[in-house]
């Protein structure tokens, strides 16, 4: 299995701070990385695919970069709404998720 | 509307069964692969299980491999998730969620059921 290790488990920021999230694979899986955004009680929305292409309808605030083992997922000018849990999924095989990184409020 | 939407969550005691359903609307079920991906408390997400568009292919994670079956009614839009022999460990939030192919990024997720294994 591809092991995907996610960094930091949780921060904290403010409206208006760039927010960056890391996500380390196990073995070279190319381009295959999404991101998604997790609130309880909500479906999980899905933000960014292979890396870099914003999901359609998500905001240009969301950003993904990263080829390989190594990958990123930022947001800039944080928004009241975009405090939740976020998770990067490779799919270069059956999917397996990083641990997950809550953004909270400072 | 596109969305998917879970049900048949409950509490269960140790060794019993229970049947999820996911419906899909909004899109053309039988188009897509779909996923059961769940989340324990306080955990993070874990993959359980996939089966192909046409149903023809099915692929498990180990820790449920033999126990969970998942299959498909594409005429009724629905993927349902039979959990057999409960574990206490397989209590969690159950998520159904589409992608185009098996070997694809999920692009929709459902709100999830809650399933708890306790006597």
């Known amino acids: 299995d591809i092991q995907m290790t996610q960094s930091p488990p949780s921060l904290s920021a403010s409206v208006g701070d760039r927010v960056t999230i890391t996500c380390r694979a196990s073995?070279?899986?190319?381009?295959?990385v999404s991101w998604s955004q997790h609130k309880p009680g909500k479906a999980p929305k899905v933000l960014i695919y292979?890396?870099?292409n914003l999901h359609p309808g998500v905001p240009s605030r969301f950003s993904g970069s990263g080829s390989g083992t190594d990958f990123t997922f930022t947001i800039t000018n944080l928004q009241p709404e975009d405090f939740a849990t976020y998770y990067c999924q490779q799919y270069n095989s059956l999917p397996t998720f990083g641990g997950g990184t809550k953004v909270e409020i400072k | 509307q596109v969305q998917l939407v879970e049900s048949g969550g409950g509490v269960v005691q140790p060794g019993r069964s229970l049947r999820l359903s996911c419906v899909a609307s909004g899109f053309i079920f039988s188009n897509y692969a779909m996923h059961w991906v769940r989340q324990a408390p306080g955990k993070g997400l874990e993959w359980v299980a996939v089966?192909?568009?046409?149903?023809?292919?099915?692929f498990y994670a180990d820790s449920v491999k033999g126990r969970f079956t998942v299959s498909r009614d594409n005429s009724k839009d629905t993927l349902y998730l039979q959990l057999n022999s409960l574990r206490p460990e397989d209590t969690a939030m159950y998520y159904c969620?589409?992608?185009?192919?098996?070997?694809?990024?999920?692009?929709?997720w459902g709100q999830g059921s809650l399933v708890t294994v306790s006597s």
């Open positions: 089966q192909s568009y046409d149903g023809s292919k099915k």
């Open positions: 292979d890396a870099s």
């Open positions: 969620a589409r992608a185009l192919v098996i070997i694809a990024p999920i692009d929709l």
């Open positions: 073995q070279d899986i190319k381009n295959y």
